[in-house]
Nanobody, 123 residues
Framework: QVQLVESGGGLVQAGGSLRLSCAASGRTFRNYAMGWFRQAPGKEREFVAAVTKSGGSTVYADSVKGRFTISRDNAKNTVDLQMNSLKAEDTAIYYC????????????????WGQGAQVTVSS
């Protein structure tokens, strides 16, 4: 089992940057691909970015490509999301998740979820 805890959310002005971090418990972290999703009020949870078990491959939603970067450190059991050039439409609760299945863009591929971190971008 994997427990996930996000940190680093907050309020930032449009054009600014934030870095989210997700800390995982358990010795099996390296067996899971990791993803970030987000959910804005009144909307469905949507895929943001994912990284494979080794960290060798990443995938991004078109809406964040070129602005966000996902990375993981298997020695520290962490996965981060660096968010640059933030826009008001990036405002949402951001969730970290762990997956054994594919495709990584699907919510259903993920077995474990964190509690979420609020990101608010003011315009």
């Amino acid at each position: 089992q994997v427990q996930l805890v996000e940190s680093g959310g907050g309020l930032v002005q449009a054009g600014g940057s934030l870095r989210l971090s997700c800390a995982a418990s358990g010795r099996t972290f390296r067996n899971y691909a990791m993803g970030w999703f987000r959910q804005a009020p009144g909307k469905e949870r949507e895929f943001v970015a994912a990284v494979t078990k080794s960290g060798g491959s990443t995938v991004y939603a078109d809406s964040v490509k070129g602005r966000f970067t996902i990375s993981r450190d298997n020695a520290k059991n962490t996965v981060d999301l660096q968010m640059n050039s933030l826009k008001a439409e990036d405002t949402a609760i951001y969730y970290c998740a762990a997956a054994l299945a594919f495709p990584l863009q699907r919510v259903g591929a993920y077995d474990y979820w964190g509690q979420g971190a609020q990101v608010t971008v003011s315009s």
